[in-house]
């Protein structure tokens, strides 16, 4: 049964909050954990349905992954070349994370694997993927439109290849660096722009030999020497600044807020939104400085503010490619234009975000006009949407969150559709928002 969410603010947004473990980061530690020999320890592992899927997969190939009675995480690896054959389908669920990422582990082991995942994940394209690993020997064999349910026998030893990726995507990077562990030689990864490079600061944590040249142009050459010995390690995984962008922009539009989000990793290829919000005259204070496993950290002081439209830089979008929903929430309540190319990755997401978003803003009031690979938005001015409607959120957890966000800054209640899809990444977001203060509006289930 669906679960409607509708949220809205009586005063104003105050306290301090903390959002669920780095996504990406959550994925990365699980599995390279995995790949160690011996015991490491995960602090902070976001324990949304995303994560949880790929700890289940990592199980059915032979890793021993337990949560402790303190909330930390054991993970007992079985070695690079040590995994193990699955005694039925991996179910990634939602995650296209997990599914792109575990394509590329089991690629170069002698592993046969066949990746299922929901309605959702079974919409969107692995050909991106598919064509670097098969290149590396894998068998990849795909339901029509390169899509899940889709089968992999893994090749062992597997070919390295030097891979130069046609769009910033860092889990095609991943995928290859990943397959790239068990192959002996060298894999070189080239990416035309820098992505989110957590991939590359864990596996040098974890003792992979990898080399990371950045060039004149702005590209970056990744090398990693495969046939690899992994270090069991101990990790704290910060706060998702995916998932801080939400209680984030909810103080943005809020008058009169005031919330501190404690445990941010503001790693540079991560913190794209942050950067936009302030040059659109967002108040965000960075405090308590600190580097945590390699990541840096930090808490967000955000205060209400009147925001500016903007021409978002195409250049930025790797760096904030999933936080676009929430921006152009605050886009929608800003003063003036917001304009942001270059983002065609959004089609291909758990829903196709652009038209989504075009959808669900024009249905609260907001006025948008959909590009062929952007959103251009003529903000309110600060005043409040008429909202009042109710928004198919097509499964997609930063859909749902982003327009309970705008619910806040709306003169009527927008109804999400089901709230369940929230749960793959932020299993806590209702709970966040009513500790600043929001309220959850009475609905009637579909």
């Not at 990744?222 to 390690?233: D, F, N, T, V």
């Not at 005031?258 to 108040?283: D, H, K, Q, Y």
Request: hydrophobic share 45%; proline share 7%.
């Amino acid at each position: 049964m669906a679960d409607p969410l509708s949220l809205h603010a009586p005063r104003a947004l105050a306290g301090t909050v903390r959002v669920p473990g780095d996504k990406s980061i959550s994925h990365r530690a699980l599995m390279l954990a995995a790949l160690c020999i011996g015991e490491s320890r995960i602090e902070g592992l976001l324990e949304g349905e995303d994560v949880l899927a790929t700890a289940a997969a990592l199980r059915a190939m032979g890793a021993g992954i337990e949560r402790e009675t303190d909330g930390a995480w054991t993970v007992h690896g079985v070695g690079v070349g040590g995994l193990l054959q699955p005694a039925t389908h991996l179910d990634m669920g939602n995650s296209g994370t997990s599914t792109r990422l575990l394509i590329g582990l089991v690629a170069s082991h002698a592993v046969t694997a066949t990746f299922v995942g929901d309605a959702s994940l079974s919409r969107r394209p692995m050909r991106r993927v598919i064509e670097p690993l098969s290149r590396m020997g894998a068998d990849i064999r795909s339901s029509p439109g390169d899509r899940l349910p889709l089968l992999v026998r893994g090749l062992c030893p597997a070919v390295p290849i030097e891979y130069s990726l046609p769009v910033a995507s860092a889990q095609v990077k991943s995928a290859v660096l990943l397959a790239g562990l068990n192959t002996p030689g060298v894999t070189r990864v080239i990416e035309p722009v820098a992505t989110r490079d957590h991939s590359e600061r864990m596996l040098a944590g974890f003792g992979a030999a990898l080399t990371v040249e950045a060039q004149a142009d702005g590209s970056r050459v990744i090398e990693l020497r495969g046939e690899a010995e992994l270090r069991p390690q101990a990790i704290a995984v910060p706060g998702d600044p995916s998932s801080a962008a939400f209680p984030a922009v909810a103080a943005l539009l809020v008058p009169g807020s005031c919330v501190t989000i404690a445990n941010v990793g503001i790693n540079p290829t991560r913190a794209g939104l942050f950067a936009v919000l302030r040059e659109m005259g967002g108040s965000i204070g960075v405090t308590n400085e600190r580097v945590v496993g390699g990541e840096p950290v930090a808490d967000l002081v955000v205060h209400a503010s009147a925001l500016r439209g903007m021409e978002v830089p195409p250049a930025l979008a790797p760096s904030m490619i999933d936080e676009f929903p929430i921006l152009f929430i605050a886009a929608a309540l800003a003063t003036g234009r917001t304009v942001a190319r270059g983002l065609g990755e959004l089609r291909v997401k758990e829903s196709d975000r652009l038209a989504a978003m075009a959808r669900g803003l024009a249905a609260i009031g907001a006025r948008v006009e959909e590009l062929e690979d952007g959103l251009a938005i003529d903000g309110s001015g600060g005043k409040p949407l008429p909202g009042g409607a109710t928004i198919d959120a097509e499964l997609d957890h930063r859909i749902a969150m982003s327009f309970a966000v705008a619910s806040l800054a709306c003169a009527r209640a927008v109804t999400i559709d089901d709230a369940g899809p929230i749960a793959t990444s932020f299993p806590g977001f209702i709970a966040t928002m009513e500790t600043l203060g929001a309220e959850r509006v009475a609905t009637v289930p579909a």
